[in-house]
């Protein structure tokens, strides 16, 4: 599987390929014209309740990335649909969370790839 993981506030590159936006939320203040994303696919995101129950301190990342990969067991369409996009060639996940080292899209591709972070 060819899978990149960038912020959505990045400029795209020719070597993107796909461009995934999978946040739940549209990025505030970015205009849909210069996030260049071919798909948002918010289906994927985290809950909006794991979402707030990580950035509220109510639980830890370990906690988050066993919830998270939980919530993707249990909502194969979304994987599935996301597997036939990189199926069909390079895919770019995008978020657009500040912290590069914890980021669902990271835990996405790994989970996608089967590595655990």
Known sequence: MRIAVRRVREPATASDGCRVLVDRL???GLAKAKA???????????????????????????TFETLYRA??????????????????GHVTLLYDTHDTAHNHASLLADYLTGRRA
């Not at 289906?43 to 370990?62: C, K, M, V």
Request: glycine share 6%; proline share 8%; charged share 30%.
């Open 36 to 62: 260049n994303v071919s798909i948002w696919l918010k289906e994927i995101a985290p809950s909006t309740d794991l979402r707030r129950q990580l950035h509220g301190g109510e639980i830890d990342w370990p």
């Open 71 to 88: 919530e993707l067991d249990a909502n194969p369409q979304a994987v599935a649909r996301l597997r036939d996009l990189i199926g069909e």
């Open 26 to 28: 549209w990025p505030r």
